[in-house]
Every structure is written in structure tokens, then in C-alpha cells.
């Protein structure tokens, strides 16, 4: 069950996410962002607007909306879900803008230097929330929770290394050991041991649900776990080594995390199969079956950054990108498709169960223009990887064009479901839920616990 209720604001923080994902690609296709540009102000605006904007609030959103499935109770803190939005999307703005000092533009060290604070605001409000719920039910005794944990730390972690990181740009003394040096222990942070763990807890709940495969814990999640926190406790030793002067320690350090990294990977992959393996749906539906592909981009992924590691440059470009748009992002949009159609159904049907006949979820999806928005977005994917490792900018920027139409195209989805466009007039309640905000509290059953389910 992905909910029997939903969170107030969870279609707010996929609504603010979706925005930050097209002004990054608008931007990407306007030349912003390209092969070999991605230290540059502008590219380092595109690549967080994407990372954090995009990536980052839609998996905050998601958690807020899971972790009462996951831990079988009502969300602590929940009134703190708003503050956390507008915090996060705030900072994610003020450090977009900062990094435009890097090419000049003065007022843009002081954005950089302020950035950090709201963003730090916005993950410790989303950590209370999110910890409290699992913590209060023991959380570290089931597979995802206790990723979804790790996940938590590897975000505090992210946000002292990219906080120090901004402080030194802008120009403070703190921070400065991490320059140049700490850039890769932020990037596995960042898309490994943030974005990957916490989308890796999450599809343990998810996959089974949807493939109607047998919810168990095993062996290869159990391992994958423990090389999980060897990841996370080499990027814990590099950055206290470059932050007690002992950088020396990193050429040994990092080739061991990705090691570690690649067989995180694997074993999950493994696990993924195992699950595809035991489901009892024939026939599994859209978000799966891109759910694959997304699969397939994190195992490029992987296999890229080993030469990544090694000679840098472009194959360390085509790695990120391959994570954050093929992996992360296929993955994402596939489910929120399905999740869209589920909470709007839950929304509006659960309560005239028994009342009338109710659609089934899967009639609130757009099946088929949905299935071509998401190949063309892998496709493009496909083509920004090749394109960024042929060094070949002009490739880059029409595959961005490529993400940025299957983007709008899935947009348009999002709003067909919410609006419940894909059934017959006279299956459509006469009101219908807002879009984006939540309903008024009197009329909702939002963070409130439901008897009827789906
Ligand atoms: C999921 C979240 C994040 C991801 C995936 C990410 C990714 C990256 C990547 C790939 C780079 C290197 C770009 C390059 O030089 O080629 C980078 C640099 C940087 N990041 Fe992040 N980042 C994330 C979050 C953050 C946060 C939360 C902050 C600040 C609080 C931050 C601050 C910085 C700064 C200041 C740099 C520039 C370092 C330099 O000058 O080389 N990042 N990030």
C-alpha cells in the first residue's frame, strides 16, 4: 500500500520539484550547461538546480509521503513539512544564483555564502520528520528503513561538504581544504550515498507492492547494506583526512569507496532481479517496466565511473549524468506516474467506496502517452551520455531538448491524472481536489489515519 492517506503537501513538493526540473533543462538547452562546462558558474547553477531542485525535493517529498507506510504510523513533526519545502526550494535558488559569482557576477558571493543555511533548515526538518517516524518504531531492524537511515546520514554528510565547500568559493576560511579535493567525496555523497540509498530503501517497499512479489529480506540486501556503510564510512574518513590536513590518505580512500560503491550496486541489481523473478503480476505495468531501464543507467552508471575515477574529464561527466538523468531521474518519473494516479485515486475514491462503483488506479493513468514521454526521456538520457563522452556540445544540448519535451510531456500527464482526464466525464466526482495545495483541513483526510484503503 503506497498510503491510505496522503500527506498535505506531497503534491506540493512534486509540483515545486517538476519546476526546478524544467528550468534546468530550459537552461540546458538555452547553452548553460554543456561537455566540459560543468565547473563553470552556469554549469554548476544547471547541475544543482537539477540535483537539488529537482532530484533532491522530489525524494524529501517521497520520504514525507513513505515513511508512515514504512513504519506503519502516522508522520511525526508533520506540520513541519511546509517550512521544509520553501526552505529547501529557497536555498536551492540562493545557491543556483551564487554560483554565478564564479563568473563574475559580485552580489552572487553573498548568495553563496547564505545558501547553506536555508538548505540546512530544510534537511534537518525533513530528518526530524523522517527519523522520529522510523526511530519511534525501531526503523534500523528493517531493510528499508535502515537505508532510508543511512541515506539520512549521507545527506548531513552532503550538506557539511557542499556548505564548505560554498563558504570557501565565496571566499571564508572554512571549507578551503576541501578545495579541489573533496569535489569527489561530494559527488559520491551526493548521487551514491544520499539520492541512490534513499531510492534503494524506497523501492524495497515499492517494487514488491507493484510486482506483487513476496516482501522478504535477504541475504544480498543484508550485504548490500553493510558495503553500503563501508561506502559511507571511507567518505567519512576522506573528508576528516582533508580536513586534518592528511589528503594524502585520498588516492587510497576513494578507489576503495567506488569498489565498495560497484558492489552496493551489484547486489542490488541482484536483488532487483530477485524480486522481478518472484512477482506474481504477468503482465507488470508501466512504472516497472521503466523502472528497468532506469536500472539498466545505474549499471552504466557504475561501469563509467570506474575510467571516471582514473582519467576524469569526460568520462567523470558521462558518469554523473548517467546517474543523475538515466538512473535517478527515469527512475522517478516513472514512479510518479503511478503515484500520482494512486494518491489522486485515494483522494478522491477511497471515500465513496461502497458508496458507488469506483475506477480502478490504473484507469486514471494515460497508459500509452506516458509509456512515449518516458522513452523519449531514456532515449535522450542515452544521448546526453554519448553526447557528453564525445565531448560534442551540440549533441548535448538536443538531447537536453529531447529530456526537456518528454519533461513537459510528462508534466502534462501529472495534471490528466490530478484532473482525472483519463475517464469518462461521467466517472468524475463533480469536485475535485485542488491541484497542488492541500484541501482545507475541515475536508481533508490528509495526516490523518484512514479505515478505507484500495
Ligand atoms: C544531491 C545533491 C548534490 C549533488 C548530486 C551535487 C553534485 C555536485 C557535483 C557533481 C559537483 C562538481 C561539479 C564540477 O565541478 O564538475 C558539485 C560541486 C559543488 N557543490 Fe554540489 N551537489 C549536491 C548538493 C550540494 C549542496 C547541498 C551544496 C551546498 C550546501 C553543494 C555545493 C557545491 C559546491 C559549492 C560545489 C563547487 C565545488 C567546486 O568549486 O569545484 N552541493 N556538486
Not at 87 to 99: D, N, P, Q, V
Not at 208 to 213: D, I, S, Y
Not at 304 to 317: I, Q
Not at 376 to 397: E, K, M
Request: hydrophobic fraction near 60%; glycine fraction near 10%.
Amino acid at each position: 500500500m503506497i498510503g491510505k492517506q496522503l500527506s498535505r503537501w506531497t503534491m506540493a513538493w512534486f509540483a515545486a520539484a517538476l519546476a526546478f526540473l524544467l528550468a534546468a533543462l530550459g537552461l540546458a538547452v538555452l547553452g548553460a550547461a554543456g561537455p566540459g562546462r560543468w565547473s563553470s558558474g552556469p554549469g554548476l547553477a544547471v547541475l544543482h538546480l537539477f540535483a537539488l531542485g529537482w532530484l533532491c525535493q522530489m525524494m524529501l517529498g517521497a520520504l514525507i509521503q513513505f515513511t508512515p507506510v514504512l513504519a506503519a504510523r502516522p508522520l511525526a513533526l508533520a506540520r513541519l513539512a511546509l517550512p521544509a519545502l520553501l526552505a529547501c526550494s529557497f536555498g536551492t535558488a540562493l545557491l543556483a544564483g551564487g554560483f554565478l559569482a564564479l563568473d563574475g557576477w559580485e552580489p552572487g558571493f553573498a548568495l553563496l555564502a547564505a545558501a547553506p543555511l536555508p538548505l540546512a533548515l530544510a534537511f534537518a526538518l525533513v530528518g526530524a520528520m523522517v527519523a522520529a517516524t522510523l526511530l519511534a518504531v525501531r526503523g534500523w531492524r528493517q531493510d528499508a528503513g535502515r537505508t532510508v537511515l543511512a541515506a539520512l546520514l549521507a545527506l548531513a554528510a552532503l550538506w557539511a561538504s557542499g556548505a564548505g565547500m560554498a563558504l570557501a568559493l565565496s571566499g571564508s576560511d572554512i571549507g578551503m581544504a576541501l578545495l579541489p579535493e573533496g569535489v569527489p567525496l561530494h559527488v559520491l555523497l551526493g548521487v551514491g550515498g544520499w539520492l541512490t540509498l534513499s531510492a534503494i530503501g524506497v523501492s524495497y517497499q515499492l517494487f514488491p507492492m507493484f510486482l506483487l512479489a513476496p516482501d522478504r529480506g535477504s541475504r544480498l540486501r543484508d550485504a548490500g547494506f553493510a558495503c553500503a556503510l563501508l561506502v559511507l564510512g571511507l567518505i567519512l574518513a576522506g573528508l576528516a583526512a582533508l580536513l586534518l590536513g592528511g589528503g594524502a590518505a585520498l588516492p587510497l580512500l576513494l578507489p576503495l569507496a567506488a569498489l565498495a560503491s560497484a558492489a552496493v550496486v551489484a547486489l542490488y541489481l541482484a536483488e532487483a532481479r530477485r524480486m522481478w523473478q518472484a512477482r506474481r503480476r504477468p503482465q507488470p505495468e508501466l512504472n516497472m517496466q521503466w523502472s528497468r531501464a532506469a536500472l539498466a543507467f545505474l549499471a552504466l552508471a557504475v561501469l563509467l565511473s570506474g575510467p571516471a575515477l582514473w582519467r576524469g574529464g569526460v568520462w567523470a561527466e558521462a558518469a554523473v549524468f548517467a546517474a543523475l538523468v538515466g538512473w535517478l531521474s527515469t527512475l522517478t518519473l516513472a514512479q510518479m506516474v503511478k503515484i500520482a494516479s494512486f494518491l489522486t485515486w485515494i483522494q478522491v475514491f477511497s471515500p465513496l467506496i461502497g458508496r458507488r462503483p469506483v475506477p480502478m488506479v490504473h484507469e486514471l493513468t494515460g497508459a500509452r502517452a506516458a509509456g512515449r514521454w518516458l522513452a523519449l526521456w531514456a532515449a535522450a538520457a542515452a544521448g546526453g551520455t554519448a553526447a557528453l563522452l564525445a565531448g560534442f556540445a551540440p549533441g548535448f544540448r538536443l538531447a537536453a531538448l529531447g529530456l526537456l519535451v518528454a519533461a513537459l510531456g510528462l508534466c502534462r500527464e501529472a495534471v490528466l491524472i490530478r484532473r482525472l482526464r483519463h475517464l469518462a466525464a461521467d466517472r468524475r466526482p463533480a469536485l475535485l481536489p485542488p491541484m497542488i495545495l492541500p484541501p482545507s483541513p475541515r475536508r481533508s483526510d490528509h495526516d490523518h489515519p484512514r479505515t478505507a484503503g484500495a
